[in-house]
C-alpha cells in the first residue's frame, strides 16, 4: 500500500512510473507555493488539482470499506467553493463483481460482522467548515461503470424487509447500457440507469467507529432515489472540517429498497461543488432539485421517521414561505409527495417533494391499478405494516402474473418499486405501492 506521506504530485500514470529523484524536485519546486492545498498535499493529502478541480482517486490509500470515523485522516482538502471529483468502488473494497456467486457476497458480510458492505471515499476536508454550519454539495455530473450487483441476504443474517418469506440468498449481475440509459434485468424486462450516491454524509459528532449502514443527521447512506445528477444536498457539519465522504454507488434503486440492494455499481466520476454555508443551520438533510424541494426523516421506528419529516417540512415550509403551522400543514397536505426511501438500514427513511411552483393539487394516490401502473396498497395504525402487506401484495402479484420466480419478483420490486405515502391521518398510515408497467417492454 502506497505511504499517504509519500504520494506523488501528479497524474495516475506519473506516479507509478516515477523517479525518486523526480518526486524530490517536484516536491521542492512546490515548497514554496503559496497555495494552501498544494501545502496541504505535501502534508500527506492524496490526489491533485488539475485545471481548478481536485481529482481524488479510489484506491486502497482513500477508501474505507464499512465505517465511518470522525478521526479518520483527510485524502484531500478544498475550499469552500471548489470542485472535487471522486471515484467510488464496488462493494466490500472493489471485492464484489460481475460473476461474484452469492456465497462470496454472504461470505464477506458473515466475516466481518458490525462493518457495513460500502466502500467510501475520503474524507474530504473542506476549509472553513465548522459546526453548526451547512455543507452545500452540488451534484454536477455522475459516470457509473458500466456494471452492478443486486443482492440480498436473509438466512443467519435476517437482512432486507422480508429475510424469513424469502429465505434463499441470490445474486443478480446487470450491464449498464449507458447509451440506452436502461439495464434488463430479464428478457423483456428493463429498467431505467439512474445513478446517485446511496451515500453521501459527513462525519458525525461522536468519536469512533460507526457502521455505514445506518444513516442519520449526518446523511451517510441515505438510499434516497432523487439525489441524481443536478441535485444539491445540504447537509449539516458536525466537525471541523465537516469530512465528506461518497460511496454506495447505485445505478438503479426502487423506493424502499426492499430486498436490502439497489444495481450497486461504482462510479468512475462523481463531480461535486462543495460550498460551505455560514449562518445557515439544519437538523437533518434536505434535497434540492430544479424543480423541488425535498425534506426528510429517518428513525428505526417508521412512524416516527414519519414524524420527522412532517417536523421537517413545516419547519422548511415556515421558512420558504412564511407559513404558520397550520397553513404549512395544509400546503404540504396539497402538495406535499410523499415517499418511501428505504426501509432495510436499520433505520427507515422517509421523504417529501414539494414542489418549487405551485402545482395543481394533487390527486389522491390510487388503490387499484392505473394506465400506468400496477397498484397495491394497505392502511394500517403501524406504517412499516401498512408498507409490508401493500409490498408483499405487489411482490406475490408479479410473480404470479408475470411468471417470475419468488426471488427475481423480491428483486424486481426491490429495482423499480415506487413506494408512496398516502394522505397523512392520525391513527392510519396508508401506503401506496406502484410498479411501472413499462418495466415490461416488446
Not at 43 to 51: A, L, R, S
Not at 206 to 230: A, H, I, K
Request: glycine share 8%.
Amino acid at each position: 500500500m502506497v505511504n499517504r506521506r509519500n504520494f506523488l504530485l501528479g497524474s495516475a500514470a506519473t506516479a507509478a512510473t516515477a523517479s525518486l529523484l523526480h518526486t524530490t524536485r517536484v516536491r521542492a519546486q512546490s515548497a514554496h507555493s503559496k497555495r494552501e492545498e498544494i501545502q496541504a498535499l505535501q502534508e500527506g493529502f492524496v490526489g491533485q488539482y488539475q485545471g481548478g478541480v481536485y481529482l481524488l482517486p479510489a484506491t486502497d490509500e482513500t477508501v474505507q470499506w464499512g465505517w465511518f470515523n470522525n478521526a479518520e485522516p483527510p485524502r484531500a482538502r478544498i475550499k469552500s467553493g471548489e470542485t472535487i471529483i471522486l471515484e467510488t468502488m464496488m462493494a466490500s473494497q472493489n471485492q464484489i463483481l460481475p460473476g461474484v456467486p452469492i456465497e462470496e457476497i454472504t461470505r464477506l458480510r458473515v466475516d466481518n460482522p458490525g462493518r457495513g458492505p460500502h466502500t467510501v471515499t475520503g474524507p474530504v476536508f473542506i476549509e472553513g467548515a465548522e459546526p453548526g454550519d451547512v455543507l452545500k454539495v452540488k451534484i454536477n455530473r455522475i459516470v457509473p461503470r458500466t456494471y452492478g450487483t443486486n443482492w440480498n441476504l436473509p438466512g443467519e443474517l435476517n437482512l432486507g424487509q422480508f429475510p424469513t418469506l424469502f429465505p434463499e440468498a441470490q445474486a443478480k449481475h446487470f450491464y449498464l447500457d449507458l447509451v440506452r440509459g436502461v439495464t434488463e434485468f430479464l428478457p423483456g424486462i428493463e429498467l431505467p440507469v439512474r445513478p446517485f450516491p446511496g451515500i453521501l454524509g459527513v462525519a458525525r459528532e461522536e468519536s469512533g467507529q460507526y457502521s455505514t449502514v445506518p444513516p442519520g443527521p449526518f446523511g451517510g447512506n441515505l438510499d434516497c432515489r432523487e439525489m441524481v445528477e443536478g441535485t444539491t444536498v445540504y447537509i449539516p457539519v458536525f466537525v471541523e472540517g465537516a469530512l465528506l465522504w461518497s460511496g454506495d454507488s447505485h445505478a438503479v434503486q426502487g423506493n424502499g429498497e426492499i430486498n436490502l440492494t439497489a444495481v450497486e455499481s461504482a462510479f468512475n466520476e462523481l463531480n461535486l461543488t462543495v460550498e460551505v454555508l455560514k449562518g445557515t443551520s439544519l437538523t437533518w438533510p434536505r434535497i434540492e432539485s430544479p424543480t423541488h424541494w425535498m425534506t426528510l426523516g429517518y428513525d428505526r421506528d417508521m412512524n416516527i421517521a414519519i414524524g420527522i419529516m412532517e417536523e421537517e417540512t413545516l419547519k422548511f415550509l415556515a421558512e420558504w414561505k412564511g407559513l404558520s403551522s397550520r397553513e404549512a400543514r395544509q400546503y404540504m397536505t396539497d402538495y406535499g409527495d410523499i415517499r418511501v426511501a428505504e426501509v432495510v438500514n436499520q433505520l427507515k427513511g422517509i421523504y417529501c417533494m414539494l414542489p418549487k411552483e405551485d402545482s395543481p393539487v394533487l390527486s389522491s394516490l390510487p388503490q387499484a391499478d392505473t394506465d400506468e401502473y400496477y397498484v397495491t396498497y394497505a392502511t394500517n395504525a403501524d406504517a412499516m405494516e401498512a408498507m409490508n402487506t401493500s409490498a408483499l401484495a405487489l411482490i406475490e402479484r408479479i410473480q404470479e402474473e408475470k411468471g417470475l420466480t419468488a426471488l427475481d419478483a423480491y428483486s424486481l420490486s426491490s429495482l423499480a418499486l415506487d413506494a408512496r405515502v398516502g394522505r397523512l391521518e392520525p391513527g392510519a398510515n396508508n401506503i401506496h405501492c406502484l410498479l411501472p408497467k413499462s418495466t415490461w417492454v416488446s
